[in-house]
């Protein structure tokens, strides 16, 4: 027996569907992601932590879930919205329903709603809070509920509490645990990298005492603006080690180099964001998630130079620094979900860190 559920937006709109997953009542930032495939991999991203993710694509489920690709330990949105969802999956490697996979994680998804319509609200309203609920409670006492400010320390609670190593015999890089995606963890391994990861709050004086070679600032939910104790250590350390950040790490980046963020009115969310590399002229097609952005005109009177833009909208896609080895980028380049046409950063990376420990070994030899 399929279940009803509701999804209600703030400004009062009402979708009808049914539950699957989790019959929790759940409240989030609603945003949508428009690719076809890769929703394990969307589920199980932490800078989702704190939203409703509704897939534009109308089948959601057909290859299943594989222990394989998870981009982190669990799931994190709040809730998932989708048209259909696949009861029966046909994959060898599959081995659950995303049902029940919101159900072990006590996650609330609802079906059969009409996800071209919520999506056509979000793009004109911009992103809105929203519940999901299998409960008959009256509208007016979930819009009552909406009116609670949503959540607001995601980092901290998906960040790693502790340093942990995963060790390598390459260069040593700290990877800043945002809610860091596997995939990034998975292309610094894949070069040998030595990497120690560290929680959100790390401070610049324990990044110095690991001696690392290079720093990544990871992808992570939430406003960068709510992670002041990071700007405050980039800016500690800015210099002192090539530095690569990625999405929220990127905003943090501009942050700690004294340029704004903004919101955006709805996102980027998908598998297909052609992105301009401005040095080349070239387009890369990039996998993205993020709702926030870094404010063009705040860019002009720091040390950092944009390096990308959305060809979408013309929004700030990646900063380099004019002094130091040090660059970011808004979308993903280890994709997961996603092309890999951006994979080239993580080598441009290790050729700077590669560059750098060169130079630490040439200055201690004249020590
Ligand atoms: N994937 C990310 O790192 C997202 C960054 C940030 N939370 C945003 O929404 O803009």
């Known amino acids: 027996m399929t279940k009803q559920a509701r999804l209600i937006l703030e400004d009062g709109t009402v979708f009808i569907g049914t539950s699957f997953g989790a019959e929790e009542e759940s409240r989030g930032e609603v945003v949508f992601n428009t690719g076809i495939t890769g929703y394990q991999e969307v589920l199980s991203d932490p800078s989702y932590c704190g939203q409703i993710v509704t897939m534009t694509y109308p089948m959601i489920g057909n290859y299943g879930v594989s222990r394989d690709d998870f981009e982190s330990i669990r799931p994190f949105v709040h809730g998932f919205v989708v048209r259909e969802h696949c009861e029966v999956p046909s994959n060898w490697r599959s081995e659950q329903t995303i049902a029940s996979l919101l159900k072990e994680y006590n996650i609330p998804g609802i079906a059969e709603v009409d996800t071209r319509k919520l999506t056509r609200i979000i793009r004109q309203h911009g992103t809105l809070k929203g519940i999901i609920t299998t409960s008959d ?35 040593r890089i700290v990877l800043v645990d945002f809610g860091a995606k596997y995939g990034i963890l998975r292309e610094l391994t894949n070069r040998g990298c030595d990497v120690i990861v560290a929680p959100y709050n790390v401070t610049a004086d324990e990044i110095r005492r690991i001696r690392p070679d290079g720093i990544l600032l990871s992808n992570g939910p939430g406003d960068p603006k709510s992670v002041p104790e990071a700007i405050h250590m980039i800016q500690e350390i800015l210099g002192e080690y090539p530095l690569f950040g990625i999405c929220l790490g990127h905003q943090l980046f501009a942050l700690a180099c ?51 833009i959305a060809l979408n909208d013309g929004t700030v896609e990646g900063l380099t620094h004019k002094k130091y080895a040090a660059f970011s980028v808004q979308y993903h380049p280890e994709a997961a979900p996603g092309p890999y046409d951006s994979n080239y950063l993580f080598d441009h990376f290790l050729e700077q860190v590669t560059t750098f420990v060169k130079g630490e070994k040439a200055h201690a030899a004249t020590r």
């Open 137 to 171: 409670e009256p509208v007016e006492a979930l819009l009552e509920k909406l009116k609670a400010p949503l959540m607001e320390d995601q980092v901290a609670r998906v960040s790693t509490k502790n340093l942990f190593p995963v060790p390598g015999r390459g260069p």
């Open 258 to 308: 004294g340029a704004d963020t903004e919101k955006l009115k709805f996102g980027h969310r998908g598998g297909n964001h052609p992105v301009k590399e401005l040095s080349t002229g070239r387009t890369h097609i990039t996998s993205q998630n993020h709702g926030y952005t870094v404010t063009a005109d705040s860019v002009m009177n720091t040390d950092l130079e944009i390096s990308h």
